[in-house]
């Protein structure tokens, strides 16, 4: 059973490009969370999707970022016009049904030059 | 505001000594509190959990306590092995329905 997969592992874009993050979550799991971390910071919780739904959105900037989470496919989070500021690593986790069993991705970690 | 709170950025124990990592929370609706920890480089991955309905929880080398007046909970790692050099997050939900929210983690060197 594979575990969740994100790729790519690192993207450089450059500002004003766009980014698109891909999350595969673990069989079985249709619940998806996106987190981004900071240079020594925690975890900050973006959004949380079930298929063709956004469940959660309330940790993601209302401009520039969009995700996604469609019937067939993985989950994709997108950043146009990207910024120096959205280089972070971007995680993602998945659950069955609640987050008392989430699991992680190894993450996505974006620099923007 | 921060409703997770990792108070020692770092923490050094030597090699066989126990290590214990506290985290302490704001949100009296949180009831299920869990650990992870992170190498460099890769994703976090799960420890240990507890429900608001216990005290404590056991699994191996690993315990958590919690103790919901405090609204505080810590992970004792005996005995520690420098393999357990890591960040370590706390994190906690309301009832697994609500995004998880992390503390800004603890950095954990065990030192042969």
């Known amino acids: 059973n594979a575990g969740v997969m994100q790729n790519p592992r690192h993207l450089v874009r450059r500002r004003g490009q766009e980014a698109r993050l891909r999350c595969s979550p673990m069989?079985?799991?249709?619940?998806v969370y996106w987190y981004r971390q900071l240079p020594e910071e925690g975890l900050k919780f973006m959004v949380y999707?079930?298929?063709?739904?956004?469940?959660?959105e309330s940790g993601m900037p209302k401009e520039r970022f969009s995700a996604e989470f469609p019937k067939e496919g993985p989950s994709i989070l997108r950043i146009q016009q990207v910024v120096r500021g959205d280089s972070a690593a971007y995680f993602c986790?998945?659950?069955?049904?609640?987050?008392?069993?989430?699991?992680f991705g190894q993450g996505t970690r974006l620099t923007v030059v | 505001d921060q409703q997770v709170k990792q108070n020692s950025p770092s923490l050094s124990v030597q090699e066989g000594r126990i290590s214990i990592l506290n985290c302490d929370y704001t949100?009296?609706?949180?009831?299920?509190f869990l650990w992870y920890k992170k190498y460099p480089a890769e994703g976090p991955t799960f420890l240990i959990s507890?429900?608001?309905?216990?005290d404590k929880n056991e699994d191996g080398r690993f315990t958590v306590f919690l103790n919901k007046s405090a609204k505080h909970l810590s992970l004792h790692i005996v005995p520690s092995q420098p393999g357990d050099s890591a960040v370590y997050f706390c994190?906690?939900?309301?009832?697994?329905?609500?995004?998880?929210?992390f503390g800004k983690g603890t950095r954990l060197s065990v030192i042969a």
């Open positions: 986790a998945s659950s069955p049904l609640t987050l008392t069993e989430a699991f």
């Open positions: 069989k079985g799991h249709s619940h």
């Open positions: 999707l079930q298929k063709e739904n956004i469940i959660d």
């Open positions: 949100n009296s609706m949180f009831d299920y």
């Open positions: 507890i429900s608001s309905i216990k």
């Open positions: 994190a906690a939900t309301s009832s697994g329905n609500t995004p998880l929210v």
